[in-house]
């Protein structure tokens, strides 16, 4: 059982459940002890919940809700957002065009869409430069709420950006090398915020498909990701032995976990942690009848319930050489990595060999 500062207790595998006020509210608590905290959840589990992390939670819940209705969009409106290239990395995902993995090889990603494809659609939206070479796209095109959609989800962007500079200012904290340590590397940041919608899913496609996911074993690429959750359930988190433990939904926190780039800049100190999305689980959420419903399921099936996420992927600037952090290591040779290396170079790598 989780203690009061745990999120998650279970074989080997301790999620810290931290309070983040003293970074978030001027004049609150013991920021170094706040540091230390977000740091040893990452160096020992590589993911963390937090409280009071500064976004308030109807912005959350007005969120949430206007990604449920881009979603519900028709397929024509969505495809014509569609995404493009890895370099790009924005616009809509449809069902089955990402097979989330580790191998950097495409064949090999590719070959493994056959166990199941991920079952889940999304909406990239990278750092708003309309001018530039890789403009958002925007359902603003289409009528009165795509524009709204537009202003509320640039907002929501700057929120995560912001959250984002006050975890790493922890990380730095914890680290021994100052507050402001990461901000000219992380500003503004070459972040992506990512709307995640897994529909209804029959009961049986599981049972049938051992292999059936709905969204493949991962880590995560860049410095951290902002996991914001509902209620559904079904994120689960590799333990050190190997197991898939559940990530439960907890109301008001954001789950935050490192990512590779992270990882590789602390000296791997730091973990960036596999984790995936499975149905809920059957002990904490029953399957649904749908079908009677008229939401298009077939007439007295049992799906498991449509699950949304939101997820803000965080990252150095794209030019930022990622080199060994100071503190990481004693001597040359403990350095795991002895090549500095360009950030996007890193992420674009791992973006070619999943779409
Ligand atoms: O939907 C979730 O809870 C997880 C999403 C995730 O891990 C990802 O998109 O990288
Ligand atoms: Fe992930």
């Given at each position: 059982?989780?203690?009061?500062?745990e999120?998650?207790?279970?074989?080997?595998?301790?999620i810290p459940?931290i309070?983040?006020?003293?970074?978030?509210?001027?004049?609150?608590?013991?920021?170094?002890?706040?540091?230390d905290?977000?740091?040893?959840?990452?160096?020992?589990?590589?993911?963390?919940?937090?409280?009071?992390?500064?976004?308030?939670?109807e912005?959350?819940s007005e969120?949430f809700?206007?990604?449920k209705r881009?979603?519900?969009?028709?397929?024509?409106q969505?495809?014509?957002?569609r995404?493009?290239?890895p370099?790009?990395?924005?616009?809509?995902v449809?069902?089955?065009?990402?097979?989330?993995?580790q191998?950097?090889?495409?064949?090999t990603v590719?070959?493994?869409r056959?166990?199941?494809?991920?079952?889940?659609?999304?909406?990239?939206?990278?750092?708003?430069?309309p001018?530039?070479?890789f403009?958002n796209?925007w359902?603003?095109?289409?009528?009165?709420?795509?524009?709204v959609?537009?202003e509320?989800?640039?907002d929501?962007?700057?929120?995560?950006?912001?959250?984002?500079l006050?975890?790493?200012?922890?990380?730095?904290?914890?680290?021994?090398?100052?507050?402001?340590?990461?901000?000219?590397?992380?500003t503004?940041g070459?972040n992506?915020?990512?709307?995640?919608?897994?529909?209804?899913?029959?009961?049986?496609?599981?049972?049938?498909?051992?292999?059936q996911?709905?969204l493949?074993?991962?880590?995560?690429?860049?410095s951290?990701?902002?996991?914001?959750?509902?209620?559904?359930?079904?994120?689960?988190?590799?333990?050190p032995?190997?197991r898939?433990?559940?990530?439960?939904?907890?109301p008001?926190?954001?789950?935050?976990n490192?990512?590779?780039l992270?990882?590789?800049?602390?000296n791997?100190?730091?973990?960036?942690?596999?984790?995936?999305v499975?149905?809920?689980?059957?002990?904490e959420?029953d399957?649904v009848?749908?079908?009677?419903?008229?939401?298009?399921?077939?007439?007295?099936?049992?799906y498991?319930?449509?699950r949304?996420?939101?997820?803000?992927?965080?990252?150095?600037?794209?030019?930022?050489?990622i080199?060994t952090?100071?503190g990481?290591?004693?001597?040359e040779?403990?350095k795991?990595?002895k090549?500095?290396i360009?950030?996007k170079?890193?992420?674009?790598?791992r973006?070619a060999?999943?779409y």
């Open positions: 059982m989780p203690s009061s500062n999120a998650v207790s279970e074989d080997s595998l301790s459940l309070d983040f006020s003293s970074f978030t509210t001027p004049n609150t608590g013991d920021k170094s002890a706040t540091a905290a977000v740091l040893k959840g990452f160096q020992n589990a590589g993911f963390i919940y937090l409280t009071n992390f500064g976004i308030p939670p912005i959350l969120t809700e206007l990604s881009f979603f519900e969009r028709p397929f024509e969505k495809e014509a957002l995404w493009t290239t370099d790009a990395n924005r616009g809509y449809s069902y089955g065009r990402e097979k989330s993995s191998s950097l090889d495409k064949a590719d070959a493994s056959s166990q199941g494809l991920d079952l889940k659609e999304s909406m990239e939206i990278g750092r708003e430069d001018n530039g070479p403009p796209h359902p603003d095109r289409f009528d009165e709420e795509g524009k959609f537009k509320k989800m640039l929501f962007f700057q929120r995560c950006d912001d959250l984002h006050k975890v790493m200012s922890a990380i730095a904290v914890g680290l021994g090398l100052g507050e402001d340590f990461f901000n000219e590397s992380c503004p070459d992506n915020l990512r709307l995640l919608h897994y529909p209804p899913v029959p009961k049986e496609t599981f049972k049938s498909n051992p292999n996911l709905r493949g074993a991962h880590s995560d690429y860049g951290i990701t902002l996991l914001f959750q509902d209620t559904v359930g079904g994120l689960q988190v590799q333990s032995t190997g898939f433990i559940n990530a439960t939904p907890i008001n926190t954001v789950v935050v490192a990512g590779d992270l990882a590789r800049w602390a791997d100190k730091i973990k960036s942690t596999l984790h995936r499975v149905e809920p689980d059957r002990s959420q399957a009848v749908l079908g009677e419903k008229g939401d298009g399921g077939k007439e007295g099936q049992e498991y319930p449509a949304y996420s939101i997820a803000h992927f965080c990252n150095p600037n794209f030019d930022v050489m080199e952090l100071p990481t290591y004693e001597s040779e403990d795991v990595y090549e500095a360009r950030c170079d890193h992420l674009v790598q973006l060999a999943t």
